[in-house]
């Protein structure tokens, strides 16, 4: 008869052999590829939602210059919290060390509802 020590190691050996592979190494939990090499075709769905984002991002963004429509739809959590839209006035930051003036637009009226 074995005893509870024996059994608790057998236990935790067969346990153990669940997480090793043959080799020992321990098995991959999260995947970190992906093997595609049988695929015979082009993602095309794929590459344009990519373009589009691309082009709305060009479009609206302005390359990421047009400030204003991007405090206009950024996501706030005190807005998604209480339903209501936030306004903010711009901001002149001045910076300590060097003395320059900065300019922080402030958070813009919605057009349409975003919540």
């Given at each position: 008869?074995?005893?509870?020590w024996q059994?608790?190691?057998?236990?935790?050996?067969?346990?153990?052999?669940?997480?090793?592979?043959?080799?020992?190494?321990?098995?991959?939990?999260?995947?970190i590829?992906?093997?595609?090499?049988?695929?015979?075709?082009?993602?095309?769905?794929?590459?344009?939602?990519?373009?589009?984002?691309?082009?709305?991002?060009?479009?609206?963004?302005?390359l990421?210059?047009?400030?204003?429509?991007?405090?206009?739809?950024s996501t706030?959590?005190?807005e998604?919290?209480?339903?209501?839209?936030?306004?903010t006035?711009?901001q002149v930051?001045?910076?300590p060390f060097?003395?320059?003036?900065v300019?922080?637009?402030?958070?813009?009226?919605?057009p349409?509802?975003?919540?």
């Amino acid at each position: 008869m074995k005893s509870r020590w024996q059994k608790r190691q057998q236990k935790d050996e067969i346990s153990l052999s669940l997480w090793e592979s043959d080799q020992g190494a321990p098995t991959m939990l999260f995947p970190i590829a992906d093997d595609n090499r049988d695929r015979r075709t082009t993602p095309v769905v794929n590459y344009v939602i990519i373009l589009t984002n691309i082009l709305v991002f060009v479009f609206l963004q302005g390359l990421g210059s047009n400030d204003r429509f991007t405090y206009a739809y950024s996501t706030v959590p005190g807005e998604i919290v209480t339903g209501k839209d936030i306004v903010t006035r711009d901001q002149v930051l001045v910076q300590p060390f060097t003395g320059q003036q900065v300019r922080m637009p402030g958070l813009q009226p919605t057009p349409i509802p975003v919540y």
